[in-house]
């Protein structure tokens, strides 16, 4: 369904559809710029009926953008802590995003996305996946484009998203002091995290 001039009204039956089909591995809904953040909505409505044969979702090259990505994310993380998905990548720009490892579903001390040209989009999809990672311990997202999900990685850093974090590197995020502050103060009371940005 790339390319395919798809736009939302097409996503929400494609999404109220997804929960029945137990054969779709991938489903790849790129290129398609009508796709707004009302699509990640439905799709994010889809996760939460569950599909447990879905394995990669691509939306990069539409428009869900942050607010959609924002309800993808937390939808794929209620379904992987209910264990009624088997959704393991998502790619938003150009990264394959790896959802069982950032929620901690498959356990891992450390994810390196340094350098991936990773967007405001896919900062917030991975600041609501590793909301209740408990074995991660470094985060490596530097050298990318994740200016605007600072407040989303900052509000959910105080909400104590991945609690035993020990190092988060956003460097070279061109955030501006705004952004820096409020991950700062975000992180102040948790002594064993390194914020690098």
């Known amino acids: 369904?790339?390319?395919?001039?798809?736009?939302?009204?097409?996503?929400?039956?494609?999404?109220?559809?997804?929960?029945?089909?137990?054969?779709?591995?991938?489903l790849d809904l790129g290129n398609n710029k009508k796709i707004t953040p009302l699509s990640g909505t439905h799709m994010a409505d889809a996760i939460r009926r569950g599909n447990?044969?879905?394995?990669?979702?691509?939306?990069?090259?539409?428009?869900?953008?942050?607010?959609?990505?924002?309800?993808?994310?937390?939808a794929l993380l209620a379904a992987t802590q209910a264990d009624a998905t088997a959704l393991e990548v998502v790619t938003l720009h150009s990264c394959a995003l790896p959802v069982q490892q950032l929620t901690g579903r498959a356990p891992v001390r450390a994810i390196d996305l340094t350098a991936r040209s990773l967007s405001a989009a896919d900062g917030a999809l991975i600041a609501a996946l590793i909301q209740s990672n408990q074995t991660l311990r470094s985060l490596r997202l530097a050298d990318n484009r994740l200016t605007e999900a600072a407040q989303d990685f900052a509000s959910r850093l105080?909400?104590?998203?991945?609690?035993?974090?020990?190092?988060?590197?956003?460097?070279?995020?061109?955030?501006?002091?705004k952004h820096k502050r409020a991950l700062k103060q975000a992180v102040a009371a948790r002594k064993q995290l390194k914020l690098f940005v």
């Open 158 to 177: 105080r909400g104590g998203a991945a609690s035993n974090l020990t190092e988060l590197n956003l460097e070279g995020n061109k955030f501006v002091d």
């Open 1 to 26: 369904m790339h390319n395919t001039q798809l736009n939302d009204a097409d996503v929400e039956a494609l999404a109220a559809a997804l929960p029945l089909n137990r054969t779709l591995r991938e």
């Open 52 to 74: 447990s044969a879905l394995t990669a979702l691509h939306l990069y090259d539409t428009s869900v953008g942050a607010v959609g990505a924002r309800r993808l994310g937390d």
